[in-house]
């Protein structure tokens, strides 16, 4: 038997292989897509190829996968691979090609979301800025040269992809791509134009013979044979346009991006899984995570403006690549659950019906027995206590619970049994390699060289500097004379600016400086000055934080100056706004390419053993030494203003350290019930919204590197660091309180004394370390969070002993909450928590 089964078996796969490859291509139905011939439900993963670097590719993705990913879902960045019209660049971390490689590798599926629009909080919404200024362009219409180039782009990417076989009509991994993205408004907002422009693109995709769907999401219009999708924080009650489509998410935030100046915000685990868990049960096939992995706006590829160079959007992966607890594992173990329910979901039949006022089962049934449930209780408030088929059911406030045999309860979406990670930056000192030798550029108050060019007033800073930098210095001069005031009282500079930001400098003393923000670009400036008599200098440096990213002619929305006077003279008020004003375009730095190292530019830098602090306008270099050991490393930028950072010449990005107000919407705690939004669960008020840069490792060499930092404002350079980012605590919180949830990996359906499923705690270090110490571990009913724990009435007292016992010198442990150690119940009417915190080294 064995021997025939064996050599059955290598024939049986040849044959799979074959079947596969001759249905290989991707089709749907009302349910779902389907793939090499069968319904498929799937999880899906956005990870942005260039918001990290190659070098973290293949672990992202394996963590994805590790994560219960299907599918990795990317848009395209057309303005980082189109530089200029027709001139292409796919290298580094543009390199789409070898990034789907690694996803084909994994034996992922990969959604292409070539857009190319994409807003993504990217910059410009990842339309190259070259393409606003080819007259007559207008973005997003039906207008003909942006149709011209976005179709030659589109193809482009096609083209690419057909040639690698990558599109799974061809055998590969590309089950979906998307054209446009989020139209729907800006559609309205053009009328006909846009109407006509929708029809078109999806046109213009379906000709391009990809042999794999196209969707379009937030596009309740789009076309058949083009599947519109959704975007949201709940998807559950979207249908799709047509009873021919499938339902499918290509947007489910488990975080939110964050603006230079608001605090951070964070959406939680239990809700995303609340999310995930209605959509399924309400006949969804495709869920993606935007973002599960957000990563770095390296450079100046952040959008806005304003948003920060952090892309980090609470994703499960956070922005240096570690999973972020207990997210990623709650989600995990979700995945498990849907994917045992995957074949009476997809080919059963559904019947929803009420389990009270605000509590409903959604019941799949298939031919071959098969039974599936989500039991949902969507009260924001009340745990309740329902039946289902004659048992009773704990259903927390706002959860679901899910029973792939109508049954047994494997997940509760508001019941995380995963360990919470603490994650620290921790300080090194910058090891410079010659410690007393910094660099020092000191850019040129005003017009470095020679202006650019003349003129009276303003220009829009954008059409003026197309991008190629943040920076347009402005400069003029006027005389005082007898009319200075006397009376004590200081002349007032009024500054009017679109944005998004510029520092003030008279007579080379920088005077003052002002921004608009997230909410609003625009901002005002007015400081109390001090003139001398005769010829007195203004220098306003005005600068861009990321471009517009989204909404409806966009491309047209501008920055810069708009008004200058002197106010509170003796005579009136000093008009400067019709002067004549000289502009540069960009810093002499800049011109230079000082952040590149090894350009010939030595001269140009002075060397200092003690580089002078709170001195605006400056460039720093110094050598230093890459960190020890392998964890993920931020430089910690408290020490500085706002400003520029690379290492060995690779863009870190903008850095600055404006703080968000201390009401900015923070929470003690955070609600998990309820609908979320962004506002509901933000921390860090009164902190910078971001003191950390991520410099990826594979950026350091293993000696001589070179660290260069323009600071704008003024700051204290020895005292930048970089910070190694290590999970340091680790915390369990887990009760015995819930029947019939059953152990995922094992089915294991034994039962303690009282009938109810032995819940477990389980800790693990990251991989090389060991818990080195058990901070807190109470048996009864402790309360609060990772590292606030507090013991409650009842505590065994033999809880910490239990816990050191199984876990100390251990890389990872597990605690079953029936273990013999805890056998007396010196509590017996509490339902029994067990709570752990414990130190990582
Ligand atoms: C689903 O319902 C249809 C129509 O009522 C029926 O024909 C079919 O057999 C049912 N399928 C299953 C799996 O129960
Ligand atoms: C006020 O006097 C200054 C010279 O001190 C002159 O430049 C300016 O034009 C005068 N303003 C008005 C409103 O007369
Ligand atoms: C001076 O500038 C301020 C804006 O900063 C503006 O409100 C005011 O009208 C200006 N005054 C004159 C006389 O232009
Ligand atoms: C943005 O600035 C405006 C004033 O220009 C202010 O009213 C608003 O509160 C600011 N918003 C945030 C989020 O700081
Ligand atoms: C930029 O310049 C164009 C003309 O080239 C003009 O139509 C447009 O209004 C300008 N944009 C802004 C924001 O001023
Ligand atoms: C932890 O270590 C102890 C001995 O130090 C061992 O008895 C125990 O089995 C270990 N537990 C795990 C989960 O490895």
């Given at each position: ?25 991707v ?17 899906s993963t956005s990870i942005h190829y ?21 599918c990795i879902e990317t848009y395209v960045f057309w303005?980082?691979h ?14 789409l090609v070898q990034f789907a490689r690694v996803v084909k590798?994994?034996?992922l599926f990969l959604i292409l979301r070539i857009g190319p629009?994409v807003?993504g ?5 990842g ?26 782009f589109t193809t482009k990417i096609v083209d690419m992809m057909k040639k690698e076989r990558f599109f799974a009509s061809q055998?590969g991994h590309i089950i979906l791509a998307q054209i446009e993205n ?23 995709a379906?000709?391009q013979?990809t042999g794999v769907p196209w969707i379009m999401c ?11 999708t ?20 290509t ?35 495709v869920?993606n ?553």
């Amino acid at each position: 038997m064995a021997t025939a089964a064996g050599r059955l078996l290598p024939l049986l796969q040849l044959l799979h292989a074959l079947l596969v490859v001759a249905a290989a291509g991707v089709t749907y139905d009302h349910r779902s897509l389907i793939i090499s011939g069968r319904r498929r439900l799937l999880i899906s993963t956005s990870i942005h190829y260039p918001r990290s670097v190659p070098a973290m590719w293949p672990k992202l993705v394996a963590e994805a996968k590790d994560g219960g990913a299907d599918c990795i879902e990317t848009y395209v960045f057309w303005n980082g691979h189109e530089t200029a019209p027709g001139k292409y660049y796919f290298e580094d971390r543009f390199d789409l090609v070898q990034f789907a490689r690694v996803v084909k590798d994994a034996g992922l599926f990969l959604i292409l979301r070539i857009g190319p629009f994409v807003a993504g909080e990217w910059n410009f919404g990842g339309l190259p800025v070259w393409l606003h200024y080819i007259p007559g362009t207008v973005f997003r219409t039906n207008n003909e040269p942006f149709k011209s180039h976005m179709k030659g782009f589109t193809t482009k990417i096609v083209d690419m992809m057909k040639k690698e076989r990558f599109f799974a009509s061809q055998g590969g991994h590309i089950i979906l791509a998307q054209i446009e993205n989020e139209y729907e408004g800006t559609e309205q907002a053009f009328g006909a134009g846009g109407k006509a422009y929708a029809t078109w693109a999806a046109s213009m995709a379906l000709a391009q013979n990809t042999g794999v769907p196209w969707i379009m999401c937030q596009q309740s219009d789009a076309p058949d044979h083009v599947i519109n999708t959704c975007n949201s924080f709940y998807c559950d009650q979207f249908m799709p346009n047509s009873p021919t489509k499938p339902k499918i998410w290509t947007e489910n935030w488990p975080g939110w991006f964050q603006n230079f100046g608001e605090a951070n915000p964070h959406r939680p685990a239990e809700d995303v899984a609340f999310s995930v868990a209605r959509f399924f049960g309400k006949g969804g096939t495709v869920q993606n995570y935007y973002v599960y992995h957000g990563g770095t706006n390296f450079g100046r590829t952040t959008g806005g403006p304003f948003i920060t160079t952090s892309y980090d959007y609470d994703a499960p992966i956070d922005e240096y690549g570690l999973r972020r607890l207990p997210k990623w594992a709650h989600l995990r173990e979700l995945h498990k659950s849907i994917k045992l329910c995957e074949h009476s979901l997809l080919y059963g039949n559904s019947t929803s019906f009420s389990l009270g006022p605000q509590q409903e089962a959604d019941v799949y049934t298939d031919h071959s027995g098969g039974c599936v449930a989500f039991l949902s209780n969507i009260d924001s408030e009340k745990d309740k206590v329902v039946t289902f088929r004659k048992r009773k059911y704990d259903l927390p406030a706002w959860s679901v619970s899910v029973l792939p045999d109508c049954e047994s309860v494997v997940y509760n979406t508001a019941k995380v049994r995963s360990q919470t990670s603490m994650v620290d930056m921790v300080p090194e000192t910058l090891q410079a390699s010659k410690p007393d030798q910094w660099s020092i550029f000191t850019e040129k108050i005003g017009i470095w060289d020679k202006n650019d060019f003349i003129q009276n007033g303003f220009v829009d800073h954008i059409n003026t500097t197309k991008d190629s930098t943040d920076y347009l210095w402005h400069t003029t001069s006027f005389n005082v004379d007898g009319s200075y005031p006397t009376s004590g009282k200081h002349p007032i500079l009024n500054i009017d600016s679109k944005g998004h930001g510029v520092h003030a400098f008279l007579n080379d003393m920088l005077i003052g400086s002002a921004f608009g923000n997230g909410s609003k670009s625009s901002f005002n400036l007015h400081i109390p000055i001090t003139l001398k008599m005769g010829k007195n200098e203004i220098a306003l440096l005005s600068m861009t934080v990321g471009l517009q990213n989204a909404g409806a002619r966009y491309e047209w929305v501008g920055a810069g100056l708009t008004s200058v006077n002197i106010s509170g003279m003796e005579n009136g008020t000093i008009d400067l706004s019709s002067n004549k004003w000289s502009y540069k375009i960009g810093l002499e730095g800049e011109h230079y390419s000082l952040f590149k190292p090894d350009q010939g530019n030595n001269q140009r830098w002075s060397q200092q053993s003690e580089p002078s602090k709170d001195q605006p306008l400056t460039w720093y270099k110094v050598h230093v030494d890459a960190p020890q050991g392998y964890d993920p490393i931020g430089l910690d930028m408290q020490s500085m203003g706002k400003g520029l950072a690379w290492l060995n010449g690779n863009a870190i990005g903008r850095y600055w350290l404006r703080t968000s107000s201390s009401d900015d919407r923070c929470t003690p705690s955070c609600n998990y019930r309820g609908q979320f939004s962004p506002d509901n669960c933000r921390t860090g008020c009164g902190k910078p919204s971001q003191r950390w840069y991520h410099v990826p490792r594979s950026w350091f060499h293993p000696s001589g590197n070179t660290l260069v930092v323009f600071e704008e404002q003024g700051g204290d350079p020895t005292k930048i660091t970089f910070s190694r980012r290590v999970a340091t605590s680790i915390c369990s919180f887990v009760s015995e309180n819930y029947p019939f949830i059953v152990d995922l990996e094992t089915w294991d359906k034994s039962v303690t004394d009282d009938g109810r499923v032995a819940s477990k705690a389980q800790l693990s270090c990251p991989k090389g370390k060991i818990i080195s110490s058990v901070n807190f571990a109470s048996f009864g009913d402790p309360s609060g969070t990772c590292r606030s724990y507090q013991q409650g009435r009842c505590h065994h007292p033999d809880s910490l002993s239990v816990v050191e016992e199984a876990c100390l010198n251990n890389n990872s442990c597990t605690i079953s909450l029936a273990d013999k150690g805890f056998g007396k119940d010196l509590c017996p009417d509490v339902i029994k928590t067990l709570a752990i915190e414990a130190h990582c080294s």
